[in-house]
């Protein structure tokens, strides 16, 4: 086995680092994939559960769903999925090879949270309102 050189580069602490959006963009997206996997599979088994199960279970699982606790989980799981949408978008783009440079990466990184609000909104809208 070979030796470690004494001269080898090490690499960067945390702290040298700045933080900047794309850091920020990226940790939500692996957040947002960890809430529907932890939050959304358990709600969606529950669903399709209730389902199966009959009248009263669906009632149950409506009566949960549409109360402001359940509208919240909801809305929040929506979100994360028109995040992880959008950043998952972002990182195709970045796969490709384009969207690299400095100021179009801050961009979309601003964007991405942005744009996943305004399809959050305009889904529950669309929902609420029909």
């Known amino acids: 086995m070979a ?5 080898r580069p090490l690499s960067p602490h945390l702290t040298i680092w700045r933080w ?13 994939g960890q809430a529907m996997a932890f939050v959304g599979i358990p709600v969606f ?8 199960s009959g009248p009263e279970s669906y ?12 509208k919240v989980v909801l809305i929040g799981l929506s979100w994360a999925f028109f995040e992880h949408l959008t950043s998952g978008l972002r990182h195709f783009v970045l796969d490709v090879g384009a969207g690299y440079e400095l100021d179009t990466n801050n961009g979309w990184s601003w964007a991405v949270p942005a ?14 309102l029909r």
């Open 3 to 7: 030796q470690a050189q004494g001269n």
């Open 20 to 32: 900047g959006p794309a850091m920020a963009v990226s940790i939500l997206h692996r957040a947002a």
């Open 45 to 52: 088994l529950w669903w399709l559960a209730a389902l199966a």
């Open 59 to 70: 009632a149950t699982f409506a009566g949960t769903a549409g109360a402001w606790y359940g």
């Open 115 to 128: 744009i996943a609000i305004v399809l959050t909104a305009l889904f529950w809208a669309a929902i609420l």
